[in-house]
Structure formats: C-alpha cells, structure tokens
C-alpha cells in the first residue's frame, strides 16, 4: 500500500495528476486492441495489392512446341528474328525467355501441352480439332491464329497405283500419326468420297516422321509404298522420277484449306493476356514477312531446320499461289464437319470462332 492508502498496482494516468480518473484494466486492454487493429487494416492496405501485383503477374517465359517442315515457317522466322521477344517487350511484360523445341508426332505436342511440358503448339488443324473437343469444359484449348494452307500431296512409288481403288492390302501408306494427323484425316475424307466408307484404308496406314517417310519411300524399305506428307518434304520425293501424285488435299477438299494452327489452353490465355497478344501480333509480323522477304524466309528456314535444299528450291516453294501464309483460318469448318460426322468429334462446332480464341475478333475466317 502507499502512503496514502492506495494500492501499488492501481493504474495511474500519464504525468501522474492526483485529478485524473484512474481507467480499469479491462479499458486500457481495449484500447491497446483498437490500436492494434488499426495497425493490422494499414498493414493489409499496403500488403493487399502487392500480393494482387503478383498474382497479377504474366509469365516470363514462354515455351513453344512445334512440328517440322514449311508448314511452320511462321515459327521458323519468329525464332530466328525474336519476334515474341520484340512484341512482349512491347506490351509492358519486358524480358521474356521464349524457347522452342522440335516434336515431331501431334500426339507428342498434345501430350506436352496437357502436361505443362509447353505453352503453345504449332501442328496440324486436325489434331488441334481433336484436342479443342476432348478439352472442352477443363482445359478448353482453342486456337490463336491459322498458319498456312498447302496443298498435301499423296504420293507413291508403284507404277500401278493410279487413284485410292489400285492400293492393295500389300500396300503401306506413311502419314505422320494414324488417325490423328491432318494427313490421316484427308486421306478418311478422299476414302469416304470413294468407297463409301471413310476407314476404309486405314488398315494401310503407318505412323512416321516426314523424314523417315520420304527415306522410306525412296529407297523402298520398311514396305512404304506411298507417304502423304508435306512441303518441302513431298517435292523432294517428286523429285525422284519414280515417284508420282495420286491425289491432294486441295482436290479432296475442293479447294485452299488450313493445315496448320498455333494453340494454347484457355489457363494460359486467361492468366497471360499480354502473352496471348505477344503471340498473335508474333505470328502477323512473321506472315508479313514472308509475304515481303521470301527469300530471307528461306535462308531462315534452311538455318533453323538444317534443310538440305537449295534456297532457290525453297523460294520457288513459296512463289507457289497454292501455298498460303494467312492467319485466317480457310475451310476448317468443313474439317470440323466431317469429323463430327465421323464419330472424331463429339461436339459440332457451329462456326470457326467457336475454337478461336477472342484475339482473333476482326478477322474472316471459314
């Protein structure tokens, strides 16, 4: 007790004043709780849109997996000029790491792309439009931007073989994946117009890289009679007088259409808006450029791929008015169409936007 009769542990104001009105503990700890409180609201207000700042973030690095040949050359020059790299910076995202790698099967690409192994595949329509149906409602892979429409070849080694009714059972008909490439696809389309039935030669059909097709053609092994391919790869095999064309895509078809596409998962797209855009404005440069520089997108080309052709084989290539760089997606409806009708295809897309992306808003298509 003290002096005057109080007790030691009474709470006294600051600066001691006999006057004041001693506060009880049960107030003074709630004051300390209003004050940290405040304490706590400030904190948040500054750590609040940081944290949103880095959820916000878009990606640094972006991975890209393509096929190989003409059909790509889009990707070919995009590489070689840095040309996501320039239109990133562009849109604010400042450095980007843009790596590429070669797979050669779409079954491949698709695998790496539902993995998180890439970020964009670049590859044939078809299996995109086989990909866009399994993912709908969960990863919802759609489009970016149409690449090039090339007439593809069916060629073979057999004197005999005219038209699709002289292939035989002893018959081998390379295309770059069964049923899934756009080759397999075409070749089920010209199949059904024939006979009737649209499988009626996959039993013909092989698995193989464009490489080890035209190897196999030309020197007759692994029983590859005829290989449904594509540019440049099918004009070196022309090139051997022994080797003719019995039919092509554009007669199948009736007409231009789009054989290969860029595509990414709606994830992707969603949370790296810049990104996308990067991508698309990448792939309209490049398709500028080649119209403009063919022959610096051959030497592009040669370069990137190691392609034995000559730069003037590769420009006459591209002179061709057949072979089409466009991002506007050409008669990829009727594709949709057909394999929906064929049991490819689950769900039948009404127009080609419907497996666009958005940034493609503007543009014609088919």
Do not use: C
């Not at 304490?39 to 948040?44: H, Q």
């Amino acid at each position: 007790m003290s002096a005057k009769g109080r007790p030691d542990h009474e709470f006294r104001p600051p600066g001691g004043s006999e006057a004041a009105k001693p506060r009880a503990w049960g107030e003074h700890t709630r004051e300390w709780g209003r004050r940290l409180l405040q304490f706590v609201v400030a904190a948040a207000a500054i750590v609040v849109p940081l944290a949103s700042s880095s959820a916000n973030a878009e990606t640094n690095e972006i991975r890209v997996g393509r096929q190989t040949g003409l059909g790509y050359l889009q990707f070919h020059v995009i590489e070689a000029r840095k040309l996501i790299e320039k239109h990133a910076k562009a849109l604010g995202l400042g450095d980007v790491t843009v790596t590429f790698r070669k797979i050669p099967s779409p079954a491949g690409l698709n695998d790496a792309l539902l993995s998180g192994g890439i970020d964009f595949s670049v590859a044939g329509f078809p299996p995109f439009l086989t990909l866009w149906d399994k993912t709908r409602g969960n990863q919802d892979i759609r489009a970016v931007a149409a690449l090039e429409s090339q007439p593809l070849l069916l060629v073979t080694n057999d004197p005999k073989v005219k038209t699709l009714r002289d292939f035989g059972d002893n018959d081998r008909i390379a295309v770059p994946t069964v049923k899934l490439s756009t080759q397999a696809m075409f070749l089920e389309m010209a199949a059904e117009h024939e006979f009737g039935k649209f499988d009626a030669l996959d039993h013909l059909t092989v698995s193989m890289p464009h490489a080890e097709a035209v190897a196999a053609l030309l020197s007759g092994s692994a029983g590859i009679t005829a290989d449904f391919s594509s540019t440049p790869f099918q004009y070196a095999e022309l090139a051997n007088p022994k080797i003719h064309t019995v039919t092509s895509s554009y007669q199948i078809i009736g007409g231009p259409v789009t054989t290969t596409a860029v595509w990414t998962t709606a994830k992707f797209a969603n949370d790296n808006p810049k990104a996308l855009q990067a991508v698309f404005d990448a792939v309209v440069e490049a398709t500028q450029f080649i119209h403009d520089h063919k022959g610096e997108a051959a030497r592009i080309y040669k370069k990137v791929e190691n392609d034995k052709m000559s730069e003037a084989e590769l420009v006459k290539m591209l002179e061709d008015p057949e072979q089409i760089f466009s991002v506007e997606p050409t008669n990829t409806l009727k594709m949709a169409t057909f394999m929906h009708r064929i049991g490819r295809l689950k769900h039948e897309p009404q127009s080609w936007k419907d497996y666009f992306f958005p940034v493609m808003n503007g543009r014609n298509g088919s």
